[in-house]
Nanobody, 123 residues
Framework: QVQLVESGGGLVQAGGSLRLSCAAS????????MGWFRQAPGKERDFVAA????????YYADSVKGRFAISRDNAKNTVYLQMNSLQPEDTAVYYC????????????????WGQGTQVTVSS
């Protein structure tokens, strides 16, 4: 049974930082690219960032480029999202997901999803 478990969310003031983690089990982690998506209330789930299986290729939404950084540790079966200079518009539930193949910016290409972790940025 595949499980993706996010952690590290919380409440932070604008300009602050958070580091999200996503621990994977039940799959060969190094065979999968990993992505982070977010969904704000009343909005669609949006792509945030993705990383290739090896960690050497990364993708970012324009809205987070230069502020967020995705990384992975295949020895720990974990993917991270370092979020800096957070703004109220970053408030959302953040989901990690695993993709075997396909377009990493497209949520429909992902095979497995976590339950999400809430990030709230106060102004």
């Amino acid at each position: 049974q595949v499980q993706l478990v996010e952690s590290g969310g919380g409440l932070v003031q604008a300009g602050g930082s958070l580091r999200l983690s996503c621990a994977a089990s039940g799959l060969t982690f190094s065979n999968y690219g990993m992505g982070w998506f977010r969904q704000a209330p009343g909005k669609e789930r949006d792509f945030v960032a993705a990383v290739s299986w090896s960690g050497d290729i990364t993708y970012y939404a324009d809205s987070v480029k230069g502020r967020f950084a995705i990384s992975r540790d295949n020895a720990k079966n974990t993917v991270y999202l370092q979020m800096n200079s957070l703004q109220p518009e970053d408030t959302a539930v953040y989901y990690c997901a695993a993709i075997m193949s396909g377009k990493p910016r497209d949520s429909f290409e992902y095979d497995y999803w976590g339950q999400g972790t809430q990030v709230t940025v106060s102004s």
